[in-house]
């Protein structure tokens, strides 16, 4: 069977990887003309993800290239003195099992496994899709494929071709964030440095050798008029929301004409009753984004990877069967990972000084209480900080498709 894929960061080379795994011949269409180097932020891969990725061999690799920051130094506005805080204290109450590591690198890897094995096409987009399977490309060329698979993102080029609008689908949740490569001039090693303000916030990590990324969160009390593509315009925005913040913020924004690398988009949750139309259906992003950079959608991109791929060997290709029974095996994850988001999104940046002292507070607290104790508090709910590692995998080594392919092999 062939399977098209629409999108090559993490969740279309995932499915690839499985989906070949199973026998289907995959191709990747990818709208850039390489692998994508903008600007992507530090991800979390929660102990699901990580099963999955050690059972696709990747461990080694992942683990390799974790970003390693370990304390996170916090300023707030009006403040002089910082407030440390050892982030295994927060981490081992997530998740057992957890990696953080840049978006960007978990493609790379992704698409190193999948490489010798799937087609993959840059530069080139899908233009139309039609009933039977039938395909055209931005570029003019055409092609037949069983089944296609939207795995693009937010702003999903699938999801609008065969679902609609965006804007029929997406709640905008509160706040904005942006991600711009910069020098590693503080010498961070292992160290993120957070300066925060009523209703915005800056976080400056190290990511290899004198690298670092610089991430941008604020709120705004109503949506922003800007086009996601509209790079010098997001430039713009983020200057006028930082503007007067002190210590590292100036030197941050000095760096925006020159950055290699640069990210802005809404933190926006996706919400359908459905990601799956006919010979089409959705991964990741594209299908169920709880928020970017608040609902650990990292982590559900590749498990719900994992779980269409292994539905659909189970089913023997038959997408009438496999769709549905994806979209019921994925479904309860998705959604509390909408309702964690909500609630991390009304959070994550302070909105008053109350908020901001109340953030202290929070992180003296959990400084001096013991880690066993903090793992435990979060262990007592699955809805809250622990969803993730909440969730049970299927074992999908045992579908016919799969006990064929270990006869022949």
């Known amino acids: ?19 070949t795994r199973y026998g289907f011949a995959v191709t990747v269409v990818e709208r850039a003309p390489a692998l994508r180097k903008t600007g992507g932020h530090a991800v979390d891969l929660f102990r699901p993800a990580m099963d999955i990725v050690e059972k696709m061999g990747l461990l080694e690799r992942v683990t390799a290239r974790k970003t390693g920051i370990e304390r996170l130094t916090l300023y707030r506005e009006g403040e002089s003195r ?60 055409t092609g037949t494929f069983d089944l296609v698979v939207g795995a693009d993102g937010l702003h999903s080029n699938v999801r609008r071709l065969v679902f609609g609008p965006e804007s029929d689908f997406t709640t905008w949740i509160g706040a904005y964030l942006a991600v711009v490569s910069v020098p590693d001039r503080l010498g961070l090693h292992g160290r993120t440095e957070v300066i925060a303000g009523a209703g915005r916030m800056v976080g400056i990590g190290s990511v290899h050798e004198d690298d670092a990324r610089a991430v941008f969160l604020f709120r705004t009390p109503r949506q922003l008029d800007y086009h996601h593509r509209d790079v010098a315009r997001q430039k713009e925005l983020l200057r006028e929301h930082f503007d007067g913040m002190g210590r590292e913020v100036p030197r941050l924004m000095a760096e925006l004409d020159r950055t290699p690398a640069f990210y802005f988009d809404s933190i926006t949750q996706l919400r359908m009753d459905t990601w799956s139309r006919g010979r089409v259906t959705l991964v990741g992003d594209a299908g169920y984004c709880p928020g970017p950079a608040v609902g650990g959608s990292t982590s559900l991109a590749v498990v719900g990877a994992y779980i269409l791929a292994g539905e659909l060997a189970t089913c023997g290709g038959d997408h009438t069967r496999a769709f549905p029974a994806y979209e019921a095996e994925i479904g309860d994850y998705v959604r509390r990972s909408r309702t964690f988001a909500m609630n991390a999104a009304k959070k994550i940046v302070p909105g ?8 202290a507070a929070m992180v003296r607290l959990i400084n001096h209480l013991p880690v066993a104790l903090t793992t435990a508090a979060a262990k007592i709910s699955s809805k809250g900080v622990r969803l993730h590692d909440s969730i049970v995998l299927k074992d999908y080594a045992s579908t016919p498709w799969s006990r064929s392919l270990s006869a022949s092999s």
């Open 1 to 19: 069977m062939r399977v098209l894929i629409s999108g090559a960061s993490v969740a279309g080379p995932a499915l690839a990887y499985w989906l």
């Open 352 to 359: 008053s000084r109350f908020d901001l002292w109340a953030m």
């Open 82 to 141: 910082p407030i440390e805080l050892e982030l295994r204290r927060v981490m081992s109450a997530v998740s057992d099992r957890h990696v953080e590591i840049m978006r960007d690198d978990l493609s790379e890897i992704f698409y190193d496994a999948t490489r010798n094995d799937v087609d993959y096409v840059f530069g080139d987009s899908i233009a139309s899709i039609s009933d039977n399977g039938e395909v055209s490309f931005d570029s003019g060329r």
